[in-house]
């Protein structure tokens, strides 16, 4: 056992876990932040996704104790039932879930692909790497790709991405 510290949606946390962890089990099991979801446990479904220290990391593959001093969010804390993130509001509004299982990993995802696209940080079909990246469809698909959705959601998804943005995707 060992003792980590991070702050998960603001709020300074001490925990004393098994060194084999993972982070999504120390969010559901130890802090019963029950938005991540636990999906293929392989990193290939994107469930998982949360938000540390700015970047977008699918919580299964990480030890929590490799978080040490890390700010973490997760869907928890981007928004709330009174008051929604514009993501959060977008996926409802193009109804971007069906099952609702895969949505906090994808909002979490889709926020930091925004916050990517503004920091200028290329993807696999950035064409021109010297230019501001701008969001298209391709780079929006790209990015979004570690995110499955089995009921198929893709372009309503797409569309609420595209309106947080401020144009159509």
Not at 102 to 126: F, K, M, N, W
Request: proline share 4%.
């Amino acid at each position: 056992m060992t003792r980590v510290s991070f702050d998960v949606n603001g709020e300074p946390h001490q925990l004393e876990l098994d060194t084999r962890t993972t982070l999504l089990d120390a969010l559901r099991e130890h802090l019963h932040l029950t938005g991540t979801k636990k999906g293929c446990d392989h990193g290939q479904c994107g469930a998982c996704t949360v938000i540390v220290d700015g970047r977008r990391i699918n919580s299964c593959l990480t030890l929590a104790v490799m978080h040490q001093g890390n700010e973490i969010t997760t869907i928890e804390g981007l928004g709330s039932p009174e008051q929604l993130h514009p993501m959060q509001a977008a996926f409802v509004k193009h109804d971007g879930y069906q099952c609702g299982y895969c949505t906090p990993g994808q909002i979490c995802s889709a926020v930091a692909v925004l916050d990517e696209i503004r920091a200028g940080i290329p993807s696999h079909v950035t064409a021109d790497l010297i230019a501001p990246v701008r969001l298209s469809n391709a780079e929006l698909r790209e990015r979004m790709s570690g995110n499955i959705c089995r009921c198929g959601a893709y372009s309503n998804i797409a569309e609420a991405i595209g309106e947080v943005a401020g144009r159509s995707a």
